[in-house]
């Protein structure tokens, strides 16, 4: 199975802020990569897919970009509704492969 | 207005069964791929299954293999999960989400763009 990693873990920032997460695949998975929003309580919302493809009615404030094994989520101004945990999936191979999450903060 | 909602979930012995049921509406269910993924208490998500339009081709993480079956009735707009011989670390909330192939005019991505609220499933003597 594809191993998705990701980095940091958790970070505090600041409304705002500029912010951007990392995933990394153990082999190369051209742009088959997705970012999920996940808040307690809530159904996780897709945000990016294709790495780089804003979904519909996602604030362009999100945007992810990358190819291959390295992959970056970047949020531009950090909003009080954007703490959250964030995960990337890996659609190139089944079994279909999350990261293991980025909590995001309140500084 | 997409809507997917899941039931079926509590509490169940070890080696115990369970079926999980999703209800949707709202868009046509008979022309989407269906997924489950599970999130284990404190933990992060876990792609579980998922299932072509026509039931045809299924697909499993490893860990569930030869224990769960996933299936949908496309006339009751319903996708479901049997799980058999539940183990401890089967616990988890069970989401149900829309499975979606987009293309881009070169490649199909499969993209989850829906998802329910989830259903809890806790295995415990």
Known sequence: AIQMTQSPSSLSASVGDRVAITCRASQGIRSDLGWYQVKPGKAPKLLIFGASILQSGVPSRFSGSGSGTDFTLTISSLQ???FATYYCLQDYDYPRTFGPGTTVEIK | DVHLVESGGGLVQPGGSLRLSCGTSGFAFSSY???WVRQAPGKGLEWVANIKIDGSQKNYVDSVKGRFTISRDNAKNSLY?????????DTAVYYCARDLD????????????YWGLGTLVTVSS
Request: proline fraction near 4%; avoid cysteine; aromatic fraction near 22%.
């Open chain 1, 80 to 82: 009080p509704e954007d």
């Open chain 2, 33 to 35: 791929w269906m997924t």
């Open chain 2, 81 to 89: 999960l049997q799980m058999n011989n539940l183990r401890a670390e």
């Open chain 2, 102 to 113: 987009y293309f881009d005019g070169k490649i199909y991505y499969d993209v989850f763009d």
